[in-house]
């Protein structure tokens, strides 16, 4: 059952409100979310503990984040790493990547898309090889990028298919146009305030998954955006 | 006007007129001086008369000199005033030239005489003539002599000037280069080149701390925008929405959305401007354009924009992050002002990138369109687009231009 992924995770970040909303964000039943303030909180832990995936600011008081990364990797933990930086500089990006993040997410960003992220890498770590994601009828090959309902191939395109991946990351959670928009089409687009081909693309996954026979798990939340939820 | 012109034509004028008046004066001294030779000459002659007469008692025979004749006539006793008078010469018959004359009068025997001395002043003109030929040839020469020496002199003299000049105009705020030190003995130079060596410092330190001001701001704002995004992705978890609420929701994501991405503008730009980014490699623009019209698809079909691409293969040599920046700008821009229904024609070359749009019926100001936060109205962008556009080009060389050819709005790069 690869759709009920725990996660053990710790939140290195100094912000106490971003700190706070992604430890809610992210607890949920079976989930385990640890956090650490400073830098010498957060190699306490490290050193103590293991964990799925880190997420880690890199300006900490008392101390760089990439010196914690750099202490993971020197000890051979196996720690799935996401940078959250506020640095949105191409050589930080890189730095972080060379030296054994799994990703890097730049500030400000959406709690969904955070969430897929950590999905990913944690996706990437437990399943070492199996590509296969599992939710109720659906399964999806994360490798070749096709998915099956009921063992029977449908056909997505490459948004739909990034948008159902988004969504199961994100069960149970609503989740905004705008947090929508910027992941399937990245920070370019901040065009209006007019998201109607979002609109026309869930339509499109939805119509695709029940005519294939699956349930409609995807419901419209008040009009800011759309909840996928298997209840 | 040019130095050298205004100098060159303040100093003719003046070297002319002082000239011209001395000329006059000359000519008059010279006039008079020689015209009190002829006058003396006739006086001796005078004299002469006067003491033949006094000798011989009789009037003294006449003969042809030279440049002098002598005539007598009976007149009324005391009719003639002594005087000196400009006449005529009577050189051979019919042949006159200017002389001088003296009349006087002499009393022989009883009998009154008019006396008339003429003498030739044709030598005296030659003289004068020459002397004024003289004078105008040494003005002449002296213009000359002046013109060749102030050219000379200025330019050599104003060389430090022209290289202190160069320097400004060469100077950018933006660069990271000094302005060379003008070697002159020259002391008011030396001050200019000082004075502009100390305001373009401080222009720089200036402009670099505006800078760390503007990105230290930015970075600043980035945690708090972050915790308002992540508080509202976690607000919309809880639930029972009103419709009320929900619109109000929406409207705080849209202007989040938009304070992070000026933000990010903000941060971009800094960092272009720093050359922060140096990922230098060699890309295919055709390819690239082709992914990002591919990633922006649903956006053109949404606003019913038809695209219509000419490209050819053309390789640059630039950072990708910032290639993909500049042109998914100048599309985003074109979707951006469009209107339903319209068009982007996009042409690549060698030579250049065009990207054209339908839109609004009126050129843009192009002076102004490039200046950060210019916005038209209605525009929902962060009027720093075409800013980054710009200074990315001008990172890589390139240019960046605007036209406005009815029925579209263009934007040209050339490489």
Redesign the interface.
Same mark, same amino acid.
């Given at each position: 059952m690869l759709s009920f992924v725990y996660m053990k995770l710790l939140i290195i970040e100094d912000e106490e409100g971003l700190r706070e909303s992604i430890e809610e964000y992210f607890t949920e039943a079976g989930n385990i979310c640890e956090t650490a303030a400073t830098y010498s909180a957060a190699v306490t832990k490290i050193e103590l503990y293991r964990y799925d995936c880190i997420l880690l600011d890199i300006t900490l008081p008392g101390g760089n984040g990439i010196s914690i990364l750099k202490k993971l990797k020197a000890s051979n933990y196996t720690d799935g790493v996401l940078i959250i930086s506020a640095k949105n500089s191409l050589d930080d990006r890189l730095e972080g990547l060379d030296l054994g993040a799994d990703d890097y997410l730049v500030k400000p960003f959406h709690l969904s898309e955070l969430k897929a992220r950590v999905s990913a890498i944690i996706r990437r770590k437990m399943y070492n090889g199996s590509n296969l994601l599992v939710f109720k009828e659906i399964s999806i090959d994360l490798q070749a990028r096709t998915l099956k309902v009921h063992d029977k191939p449908v056909k997505f395109t490459r948004k739909e298919f990034d948008l159902l991946i988004y969504f199961i990351a994100n069960k149970g959670k609503v989740i905004s146009k705008n947090a929508i928009a910027e992941h399937l089409w990245g920070d370019g687009i901040d065009i209006a305030d007019n998201f109607d081909f979002i609109y026309s693309h869930i339509k499109n996954v939805r119509k695709k998954l029940m005519e294939a026979g699956a349930n409609d798990y995807i419901q419209a939340a008040y009009g800011m955006g759309y909840k996928f939820t298997d209840q | 006007m040019k130095l050298l012109t205004l100098y060159n034509r303040v100093n003719i004028i003046t070297t002319v007129v002082v000239m011209l008046i001395t000329g006059i004066i000359y000519y008059q001294a010279i006039s008079w001086i020689l015209n009190d030779q002829n006058d003396k000459a006739l006086k001796v002659e005078e004299d002469e008369v006067f003491d033949y007469v006094k000798l011989n008692r009789q009037l003294p025979q006449v003969f042809e000199s030279k440049d002098q004749q002598i005539s007598f006539a009976e007149a009324p006793a005391n009719s003639v005033k002594r005087e000196f008078i400009n006449t005529q010469y009577q050189k051979e018959k019919n042949e006159y030239e200017s002389g001088r004359g003296l009349v006087s009068s002499v009393t022989v025997n009883g009998k009154y005489y008019k006396v008339l001395i003429v003498e030739s002043k044709v030598e005296t003109e030659d003289l004068i003539q020459i002397i004024f030929a003289i004078t105008i040839g040494v003005i002449l020469l002296l213009l000359l002599v002046l013109l060749v020496a102030n050219r000379l002199i200025l330019n050599r003299l104003w060389q430090p000037f022209y290289s202190i000049l160069r320097e400004l105009q060469l100077f950018n705020v933006t660069e990271n280069r000094e302005i060379a030190k003008t070697d002159t003995r020259i002391e008011e130079f030396n001050q200019l080149n000082q004075a502009v060596t100390l305001t373009t410092e401080k222009a720089k330190l200036d402009y670099k701390d505006l800078k760390a001001f503007t990105e230290n701001a930015s970075?600043e704002l980035?945690?708090p *925008?972050? @915790? !308002? +995004?992540?508080? =509202? #992705?976690?607000l *919309?978890?809880t639930d029972n929405?009103s419709?009320r /609420?929900?619109?109000l $929701? +929406?409207d705080l994501?849209?202007a989040?959305?938009?304070l992070?991405?000026l933000n /990010?503008s903000l =941060? $971009?730009l800094v960092?272009i401007e720093n050359r =922060?980014?140096h #990922?230098q490699q060699s890309i295919n623009l055709k390819t690239l354009i082709e992914e990002l019209l591919a /990633? $922006?698809e649903? !956006?053109f079909? #949404?606003k019913q924009i038809t695209v219509s691409t000419t490209l050819d293969n053309k390789e640059v040599t630039a950072s990708r992050?910032l290639m993909e *920046?500049l042109l +998914?700008n100048l599309i *985003?821009n074109a @979707?951006?002002h469009n209107h339903p229904g319209g068009e982007i024609i996009i042409d690549l070359n060698t030579d250049s990138f065009t990207i054209k749009n339908t839109g609004d019926a009126h050129a843009l100001p192009d002076d102004k369109i490039f200046t950060r936060f210019h916005k038209s109205s209605g525009s #929902?962008?962060?009027g720093l687009g075409l800013t980054i556009s710009k200074q990315i080009c001008e990172n890589f060389n390139f240019s960046l231009n605007y036209q406005y050819l009815l029925p579209h709005h263009t934007f040209i790069i050339k490489f």
């Open positions: - | 970075h980035l945690t *925008i972050a @915790v !308002i +995004n992540s508080k =509202l #992705d976690t *919309i978890q929405f419709e /609420q929900s619109k $929701l +929406n994501y849209g989040v959305s938009r992070s991405r /990010q =941060l $971009l960092k =922060l980014l #990922d /990633q $922006l649903d !956006i079909h #949404d992050y *920046i +998914n *985003i @979707v951006r #929902d962008g962060s």
